[in-house]
């Protein structure tokens, strides 16, 4: 696809949820959802014991309750997790919890990576069900530059692109941007890979930004009143 960034284009096939797994796979690519979830609930998917989240680097992601699944079983799968949220999501193995699908073995059997990856996974729970949260992420979003909106644009006709190869139905602009690309901004200063690709795109304005959001998760904030503190470039 001219115009659009090898790296970006490989990064967004890495976390769409493209999957494909023994025994459910199809042609067209990605397994429908509500055939993924009727599947994984009919063989009833086991519940991996959380790690007490108090403990975590962010002892606030705590306050709201979830449930782990071990989807090992779907080890060949894009990704080793997944979040879903409670409602609103035929792939969710345990509907009406919040839940982070394991589905790396590896990831399953270490402490360290279970717990550095539900700080991961979990932040995408916390603009539904943290009003705080929300606002926080919000004001970041109005701070977006021009170049990062354009890569934005670009990641989400790549997103469009996987839908309709998957059979999906496309989100919109303002969906990709609240339920996708927002929280990888966060994730990646909260709980960046290795590649640590979006940490190197922040402004000083983002960076006093998401010092505050990362207080607000360690419980030594209270909440969205530093737009004052974080205006400016």
């Keep these: 696809m001219p115009g659009i960034d090898p790296a970006l284009l490989q990064l967004l096939k890495q976390h769409r949820d493209i999957m494909d797994s023994s025994g459910l796979q199809q042609a067209g690519g990605g397994i429908p959802p509500q055939v993924l979830g009727n599947a994984l609930r009919a063989q009833k998917t086991p519940e991996i014991a959380a790690p007490d989240m108090a ?5 606030r992601l705590a306050q709201h309750p979830f449930k782990v699944a071990d989807q090992s079983a779907l080890a060949n799968a894009v990704g080793g997790s997944e979040f879903y949220p409670a409602t609103g999501e035929d792939a969710n193995p345990f509907p009406g919890h919040a839940t982070v699908g394991i589905r790396d073995p590896a990831i399953r059997d270490d402490p360290a990576r279970l717990m550095a990856t539900l700080e991961g996974e979990l932040l995408h729970n916390m603009p539904l069900v943290d009003e705080d949260f929300r606002s926080m992420r919000e004001m970041f979003g109005e701070t977006l530059t021009e170049e990062q909106t354009a890569t934005d644009d670009q990641a989400f006709e790549i997103d469009r692109m996987l839908s309709a190869d998957a059979g ?3 989100r919109s ?5 609240d339920v996708s690309r927002l929280d990888a901004y966060i994730r990646g200063s909260m709980a960046p890979d290795e590649r640590a690709e979006f940490r ?3 402004t000083p304005q983002q960076e006093r930004l998401l010092d505050q959001i990362r207080l607000y998760l360690q419980g030594t904030s209270g909440g969205p009143s530093f737009r004052s503190f974080a205006g400016g470039s």
């Design 168 to 170: 999906h139905e496309p």
């Design 55 to 59: 403990s975590s680097r962010f002892p």
């Design 200 to 202: 190197r795109s922040f």
């Design 173 to 177: 602009r303002e969906q990709f941007m």
